[in-house]
């Protein structure tokens, strides 16, 4: 019990330290207009998908950090219910890229495959979002977040304050009931047979329900069992859908289609498994 609520404690701490300096400085580039003055850049790409310019700053927080730090950042944006469908797919595909090619190559991934082809992917999804999320999502802005139109700096900052405070905890108590809730499954009898007999099925839960970064203890035990060929498989898919359950539930507090954002997830890495597979088989034939 102990070591489970050092965990939740853990998890509590890193959300925390990321989510709440991350809204606020965020908040304080807006409010100084530096996000303007920077995101024209990226307006090609941003525009292409329907999102405001400031959203690469989000997107650029979530590769380089991970999936809090650009949450934090997106949450100040006001995005509605159907921009955060398009960011949420982004996020969900591209997020942790230095953390996690460093997990994946520990356990066969090439590295400059895994970060090109998440990008790529992570577009590709995105865009499918905006074309597969409803038009009625529109309507519904965030909610998780009382946005107030203050001019005054000092009021402005405290209450910038209030709200990452209001963000952090609201992830962390998602995030804490995920850890206890698999903890406690973890701790029950046929589950635990049932990894030690299948170990590629296990290594498949534990990276795609817990994520890379959470499992990555078991994942890099588990997956030594793993024959070559699965090997390979078992990473495609876990580069693409990985931690499906805690960073899918997330963009519910926004109002996005969460629906979408799995099923675009779980799409897109079974056709990119799918294409290797094919391409493992046809260079088998040629040698």
């Not at 024209?40 to 950090?65: K, N, R, W």
């Not at 959470?214 to 078992?234: D, F, N, R, S, T």
């Not at 109002?255 to 597979?277: K, M, T, W, Y």
Request: proline fraction near 2%; aromatic fraction near 12%.
């Amino acid at each position: 019990m102990k070591k489970i609520l050092k965990k939740a404690l853990n998890s509590s701490w890193m959300i925390a330290k990321l989510v709440i300096p991350f809204s606020i400085v965020s908040d304080l580039l807006q409010y100084f207009g530096l996000i303007e003055s920077v995101s024209f850049i990226f307006e090609p790409f941003t525009s292409s998908l329907d999102l405001p310019t400031g959203v690469a700053l989000s997107f650029a927080s979530v590769i380089f950090f991970n999936l809090y730090a650009g949450i934090a950042v997106a949450s100040t944006l006001g995005l509605s219910a159907y921009e955060w469908t398009i960011v949420g797919t982004f996020m969900a595909i591209c997020h942790s890229l230095p953390l996690e090619v460093a997990v994946l190559k520990k356990v066969g991934m090439n590295i400059h495959i895994h970060w090109i082809s998440r990008l790529i992917l992570g577009y590709f999804g995105a865009f499918i979002a905006m074309h597969i999320a409803s038009s009625d999502l529109h309507l519904i802005q965030n909610e998780i977040i009382a946005q107030e139109q203050i001019k005054e700096f000092i009021p402005y900052v405290f209450n910038s304050i209030y709200n990452s405070l209001i963000l952090a905890s609201k992830v962390i108590l998602l995030v804490v009931s995920l850890i206890l809730f698999f903890e406690y499954f973890k701790t029950l009898k046929w589950f635990k047979v049932f990894l030690e007999k299948h170990s590629y099925v296990s290594s498949l839960s534990v990276g795609g329900l817990l994520g890379v970064t959470y499992g990555a203890g078991i994942l890099l035990q588990e997956i030594k069992q793993v024959k070559p060929k699965e090997k390979i498989l078992l990473l495609v898919f876990l580069m693409l859908a990985h931690g499906l359950v805690e960073e899918t539930l997330i963009f519910a507090f926004f109002g996005a289609d969460v629906l979408s954002i799995f099923l675009i997830r779980v799409g897109i890495a079974l056709i990119a498994v799918l294409v290797v597979h094919l391409m493992i088989n046809k260079f088998k034939r040629r040698n």
